[in-house]
Protein backbone atom coordinates (compact mmCIF):
# COMPACT_ATOMS: atom_id res chain seq x y z
CA UNK A 1 0.00 0.00 0.00
CA UNK A 2 1.86 3.63 -1.01
CA UNK A 3 0.85 6.28 1.24
CA UNK A 4 -1.31 9.50 0.03
CA UNK A 5 1.32 12.08 -1.23
CA UNK A 6 2.00 14.83 0.85
CA UNK A 7 2.48 17.71 -1.57
CA UNK A 8 -0.98 17.62 -3.25
CA UNK A 9 -3.07 15.06 -0.91
CA UNK A 10 -3.64 12.72 -4.15
CA UNK A 11 -4.57 9.78 -2.58
CA UNK A 12 -2.46 6.35 -2.63
CA UNK A 13 -4.19 5.26 -6.12
CA UNK A 14 -2.25 7.99 -8.02
CA UNK A 15 1.45 7.11 -6.02
CA UNK A 16 3.38 4.56 -7.09
CA UNK A 17 6.64 2.92 -5.77
CA UNK A 18 9.96 3.96 -7.16
CA UNK A 19 13.08 2.53 -5.83
CA UNK A 20 14.59 2.40 -2.58
CA UNK A 21 17.38 4.29 -1.00
CA UNK A 22 19.95 3.41 1.70
CA UNK A 23 20.09 6.39 4.56
CA UNK A 24 24.02 6.49 6.09
CA UNK A 25 23.43 8.89 8.54
CA UNK A 26 21.72 5.81 10.17
CA UNK A 27 21.83 2.99 8.04
CA UNK A 28 17.88 2.35 7.11
CA UNK A 29 16.31 1.36 4.03
CA UNK A 30 13.41 3.76 2.44
CA UNK A 31 10.90 2.90 0.07
CA UNK A 32 10.93 6.18 -2.95
CA UNK A 33 7.14 7.12 -4.33
CA UNK A 34 6.61 9.26 -7.20
CA UNK A 35 2.83 10.66 -7.10
CA UNK A 36 1.22 10.56 -10.89
CA UNK A 37 -0.71 13.47 -10.02
CA UNK A 38 1.47 16.47 -9.04
CA UNK A 39 4.79 14.20 -10.26
CA UNK A 40 6.71 14.69 -7.29
CA UNK A 41 8.91 12.45 -5.39
CA UNK A 42 8.84 11.34 -1.96
CA UNK A 43 9.92 8.59 0.41
CA UNK A 44 8.54 6.73 3.60
CA UNK A 45 11.36 9.19 5.31
CA UNK A 46 9.72 12.08 4.33
CA UNK A 47 6.93 10.95 7.32
CA UNK A 48 9.95 10.16 9.92
CA UNK A 49 10.34 12.53 12.80
CA UNK A 50 13.89 12.82 11.98
CA UNK A 51 13.22 13.96 8.29
CA UNK A 52 15.68 16.31 7.50
CA UNK A 53 17.81 16.03 10.29
CA UNK A 54 21.48 15.12 10.70
CA UNK A 55 23.23 13.56 12.81
CA UNK A 56 20.47 11.24 13.62
CA UNK A 57 22.53 8.66 15.30
CA UNK A 58 22.88 10.83 18.68
CA UNK A 59 19.48 10.93 19.07
CA UNK A 60 19.09 8.09 20.96
CA UNK A 61 22.04 8.50 23.42
CA UNK A 62 21.62 12.15 23.78
CA UNK A 63 18.36 11.20 25.21
CA UNK A 64 19.68 8.90 27.59
CA UNK A 65 22.12 11.10 28.66
CA UNK A 66 20.18 14.11 29.35
CA UNK A 67 18.86 11.94 32.11
CA UNK A 68 22.49 11.58 33.36
CA UNK A 69 23.65 15.07 34.19
CA UNK A 70 25.43 15.70 31.24
CA UNK A 71 25.65 19.22 30.87
CA UNK A 72 24.73 20.48 27.55
CA UNK A 73 28.06 21.80 26.50
CA UNK A 74 29.68 17.91 27.39
CA UNK A 75 26.94 16.89 25.48
CA UNK A 76 28.24 18.68 22.35
CA UNK A 77 31.77 17.79 23.38
CA UNK A 78 31.63 14.19 23.79
CA UNK A 79 29.56 13.33 20.14
CA UNK A 80 31.94 16.52 18.67
CA UNK A 81 28.75 18.33 17.30
CA UNK A 82 27.96 21.78 17.97
CA UNK A 83 26.30 23.25 20.71
CA UNK A 84 23.79 24.27 18.31
CA UNK A 85 22.87 21.28 17.58
CA UNK A 86 22.63 19.82 21.21
CA UNK A 87 20.33 22.67 21.83
CA UNK A 88 18.11 21.78 18.34
CA UNK A 89 18.47 18.39 19.46
CA UNK A 90 17.48 18.92 22.75
CA UNK A 91 13.60 20.87 21.87
CA UNK A 92 13.25 18.13 19.13
CA UNK A 93 13.76 14.97 21.85
CA UNK A 94 11.48 16.91 24.46
CA UNK A 95 8.43 17.34 22.19
CA UNK A 96 8.71 13.70 21.44
CA UNK A 97 9.09 12.95 24.87
CA UNK A 98 6.12 15.01 25.79
CA UNK A 99 4.09 12.62 22.95
CA UNK A 100 5.51 9.13 24.28
CA UNK A 101 4.66 10.27 28.12
CA UNK A 102 0.58 11.19 27.36
CA UNK A 103 0.88 8.08 25.33
CA UNK A 104 3.03 6.14 28.46
CA UNK A 105 0.50 7.89 31.25
CA UNK A 106 -2.71 5.83 29.51
CA UNK A 107 -0.55 2.70 29.73
CA UNK A 108 0.18 3.16 33.07
CA UNK A 109 -3.38 3.68 34.34
CA UNK A 110 -4.55 0.59 31.71
CA UNK A 111 -2.17 -1.66 34.16
CA UNK A 112 -2.23 -0.06 37.55
CA UNK A 113 -5.57 1.60 37.34
CA UNK A 114 -5.91 5.20 38.21
CA UNK A 115 -3.65 8.08 39.96
CA UNK A 116 -5.70 8.41 43.37
CA UNK A 117 -3.15 9.40 45.30
CA UNK A 118 -0.79 12.59 44.69
CA UNK A 119 1.99 14.71 46.09
CA UNK A 120 3.40 17.97 44.57
CA UNK A 121 5.44 20.70 45.06
CA UNK A 122 7.96 22.92 43.51
CA UNK A 123 11.40 23.13 42.64
CA UNK A 124 13.16 26.63 42.91
CA UNK A 125 15.92 27.06 40.55
CA UNK A 126 17.12 29.70 38.29
CA UNK A 127 17.71 30.85 34.49
CA UNK A 128 20.98 32.63 33.88
CA UNK A 129 21.17 33.68 37.35
CA UNK A 130 20.10 33.06 40.70
CA UNK A 131 18.72 36.88 40.56
CA UNK A 132 16.03 35.49 38.03
CA UNK A 133 14.39 32.07 39.25
CA UNK A 134 12.34 29.70 38.55
CA UNK A 135 9.66 27.70 40.55
CA UNK A 136 8.88 24.24 38.73
CA UNK A 137 6.13 21.99 40.42
CA UNK A 138 6.32 18.58 40.24
CA UNK A 139 3.39 16.07 40.61
CA UNK A 140 3.91 12.82 41.54
CA UNK A 141 1.62 9.84 42.15
CA UNK A 142 2.37 8.76 45.91
CA UNK A 143 4.58 5.45 46.45
CA UNK A 144 5.00 4.31 43.34
CA UNK A 145 6.70 8.42 41.68
CA UNK A 146 4.99 8.23 38.24
CA UNK A 147 5.43 11.94 37.36
CA UNK A 148 2.34 12.87 36.07
CA UNK A 149 2.66 16.45 35.30
CA UNK A 150 4.93 19.64 35.79
CA UNK A 151 4.98 23.34 35.16
CA UNK A 152 7.59 25.94 35.36
CA UNK A 153 7.14 29.84 36.35
CA UNK A 154 9.06 32.56 36.50
CA UNK A 155 9.05 34.03 39.91
CA UNK A 156 10.86 37.31 41.59
CA UNK A 157 13.86 36.82 43.65
CA UNK A 158 13.21 36.21 47.28
CA UNK A 159 15.69 36.73 50.23
CA UNK A 160 18.95 38.72 50.48
CA UNK A 161 19.00 38.85 46.30
CA UNK A 162 15.62 40.71 46.20
CA UNK A 163 16.97 43.85 46.39
CA UNK A 164 20.03 43.52 43.91
CA UNK A 165 18.10 41.47 41.34
CA UNK A 166 15.54 44.34 41.77
CA UNK A 167 17.99 47.38 40.91
CA UNK A 168 20.32 45.14 38.60
CA UNK A 169 17.24 43.19 36.25
CA UNK A 170 14.23 45.60 37.23
CA UNK A 171 10.78 44.14 38.10
CA UNK A 172 10.45 40.24 37.52
CA UNK A 173 6.44 39.19 37.89
CA UNK A 174 5.51 35.93 39.71
CA UNK A 175 3.83 33.81 37.06
CA UNK A 176 3.99 30.51 39.62
CA UNK A 177 0.16 30.98 40.74
CA UNK A 178 -0.76 31.48 37.20
CA UNK A 179 1.01 28.39 35.65
CA UNK A 180 0.12 26.33 38.94
CA UNK A 181 -3.36 26.78 38.37
CA UNK A 182 -3.09 25.75 34.89
CA UNK A 183 -1.31 22.43 35.93
CA UNK A 184 -4.02 21.65 38.12
CA UNK A 185 -6.90 22.50 35.15
CA UNK A 186 -4.95 20.07 32.88
CA UNK A 187 -5.22 17.77 35.88
CA UNK A 188 -8.84 17.24 36.00
CA UNK A 189 -8.44 15.44 32.57
CA UNK A 190 -6.06 13.01 34.18
CA UNK A 191 -7.39 12.48 37.72
CA UNK A 192 -10.35 11.16 39.45
CA UNK A 193 -12.00 13.58 41.24
CA UNK A 194 -11.75 11.94 44.50
CA UNK A 195 -7.61 11.85 44.53
CA UNK A 196 -6.41 13.00 47.57
CA UNK A 197 -3.75 15.39 47.33
CA UNK A 198 -0.70 15.57 50.24
CA UNK A 199 1.30 18.95 49.91
CA UNK A 200 3.44 21.03 52.59
CA UNK A 201 1.94 24.17 53.95
CA UNK A 202 2.58 26.50 51.17
CA UNK A 203 -0.77 29.08 51.52
CA UNK A 204 -1.58 28.61 47.21
CA UNK A 205 -2.04 24.89 47.12
CA UNK A 206 -5.23 25.13 48.86
CA UNK A 207 -6.68 27.61 46.72
CA UNK A 208 -5.93 25.74 43.73
CA UNK A 209 -6.41 22.18 44.50
CA UNK A 210 -10.18 23.32 45.62
CA UNK A 211 -10.82 25.32 42.57
CA UNK A 212 -10.60 22.14 40.61
CA UNK A 213 -10.63 19.40 42.58
CA UNK A 214 -13.80 20.52 45.08
CA UNK A 215 -14.15 17.44 46.33
CA UNK A 216 -11.25 15.73 46.57
CA UNK A 217 -8.89 15.66 50.35
CA UNK A 218 -6.38 17.63 50.91
CA UNK A 219 -3.46 16.66 53.47
CA UNK A 220 -1.31 18.69 54.16
CA UNK A 221 2.17 18.53 56.18
CA UNK A 222 4.64 20.69 57.58
CA UNK A 223 7.86 20.71 55.52
CA UNK A 224 11.08 19.61 57.54
CA UNK A 225 14.59 21.04 57.25
CA UNK A 226 16.31 19.75 54.57
CA UNK A 227 19.54 17.89 55.44
CA UNK A 228 22.91 19.64 55.41
CA UNK A 229 24.73 18.06 52.30
CA UNK A 230 22.54 21.05 50.15
CA UNK A 231 20.33 18.57 48.69
CA UNK A 232 17.83 20.10 50.38
CA UNK A 233 14.86 17.80 48.97
CA UNK A 234 16.76 15.43 50.94
CA UNK A 235 14.90 15.09 54.18
CA UNK A 236 16.93 13.93 57.55
CA UNK A 237 13.60 13.47 59.48
CA UNK A 238 12.45 9.83 60.23
CA UNK A 239 9.73 9.31 58.07
CA UNK A 240 9.12 11.69 55.83
CA UNK A 241 4.85 11.73 54.88
CA UNK A 242 6.51 13.90 51.75
CA UNK A 243 8.64 11.56 50.79
CA UNK A 244 7.53 10.26 47.11
CA UNK A 245 8.00 14.17 45.86
CA UNK A 246 10.63 14.84 48.13
CA UNK A 247 13.08 12.07 46.36
CA UNK A 248 11.56 12.76 42.76
CA UNK A 249 12.63 16.69 43.57
CA UNK A 250 15.81 15.24 45.17
CA UNK A 251 16.46 12.71 41.52
CA UNK A 252 15.89 15.88 39.52
CA UNK A 253 18.45 17.71 41.47
CA UNK A 254 21.03 15.08 40.67
CA UNK A 255 19.58 13.70 37.17
CA UNK A 256 19.75 17.12 35.92
CA UNK A 257 23.13 18.80 35.54
CA UNK A 258 21.41 22.14 35.30
CA UNK A 259 19.45 21.49 38.33
CA UNK A 260 21.88 20.76 40.62
CA UNK A 261 23.19 23.03 43.62
CA UNK A 262 26.89 24.30 44.09
CA UNK A 263 27.51 24.28 40.26
CA UNK A 264 28.07 26.56 38.02
CA UNK A 265 25.50 25.02 35.20
CA UNK A 266 22.49 27.13 34.91
CA UNK A 267 19.51 27.18 33.02
CA UNK A 268 19.88 29.98 30.16
CA UNK A 269 16.25 29.77 29.33
CA UNK A 270 13.39 28.99 31.09
CA UNK A 271 11.92 27.00 27.49
CA UNK A 272 15.43 24.69 27.62
CA UNK A 273 14.27 23.77 31.33
CA UNK A 274 10.71 22.77 30.45
CA UNK A 275 12.45 20.50 27.31
CA UNK A 276 15.26 19.36 29.45
CA UNK A 277 12.05 18.38 32.26
CA UNK A 278 9.87 16.79 29.76
CA UNK A 279 12.82 14.49 28.61
CA UNK A 280 13.73 13.13 32.45
CA UNK A 281 10.12 12.63 33.07
CA UNK A 282 9.40 10.65 30.14
CA UNK A 283 12.67 8.20 30.83
CA UNK A 284 12.04 8.28 34.72
CA UNK A 285 7.99 7.13 34.24
CA UNK A 286 9.32 4.67 31.61
CA UNK A 287 12.28 3.10 34.15
CA UNK A 288 9.51 2.73 36.60
CA UNK A 289 6.89 1.58 34.42
CA UNK A 290 8.95 -1.53 33.11
CA UNK A 291 9.89 -2.26 36.99
CA UNK A 292 6.72 -2.11 38.26
CA UNK A 293 5.83 -4.66 35.31
CA UNK A 294 8.25 -7.13 35.68
CA UNK A 295 7.60 -7.56 39.10
CA UNK A 296 4.00 -7.52 38.40
CA UNK A 297 4.88 -10.95 36.17
CA UNK A 298 6.57 -12.41 38.18
ZN1 LIG B 1 1.05 14.62 -5.46
Redesign the pocket.
Same mark, same amino acid.
Not at 11 to 39: E, I, M, P, W, Y
Given at each position: MCPE #?P? #???DSG??VRNGHFFRRSDSRKFQNFR *?K? *???YFSNATFSDCYRQKKRRINEPLRDLFCKRISLRDAARHFKVSRTTIARRLVFLAAQSRKRNTMLLHSIQAEFGAFDRVQFDDLITAEHTKCKPISATVVVQEDTRFILSYCVAQIPAFGPLAAIAKQKYGHRADHSRRQRDRLLKQLTDLLPIHTTFRTDEHNHYPVVIKRHFPHTTHVTHKSARGSVSGQGELKKVGRDPLFSINHTLAMFRDKMSRLSRRSWNLSKRIDRLDDHLAIYIESHNRMIFERLKKAKNH
Amino acid at each position: MCPE #CPN #CRADSGSVVRNGHFFRRSDSRKFQNFR *CKA *CLKYFSNATFSDCYRQKKRRINEPLRDLFCKRISLRDAARHFKVSRTTIARRLVFLAAQSRKRNTMLLHSIQAEFGAFDRVQFDDLITAEHTKCKPISATVVVQEDTRFILSYCVAQIPAFGPLAAIAKQKYGHRADHSRRQRDRLLKQLTDLLPIHTTFRTDEHNHYPVVIKRHFPHTTHVTHKSARGSVSGQGELKKVGRDPLFSINHTLAMFRDKMSRLSRRSWNLSKRIDRLDDHLAIYIESHNRMIFERLKKAKNH
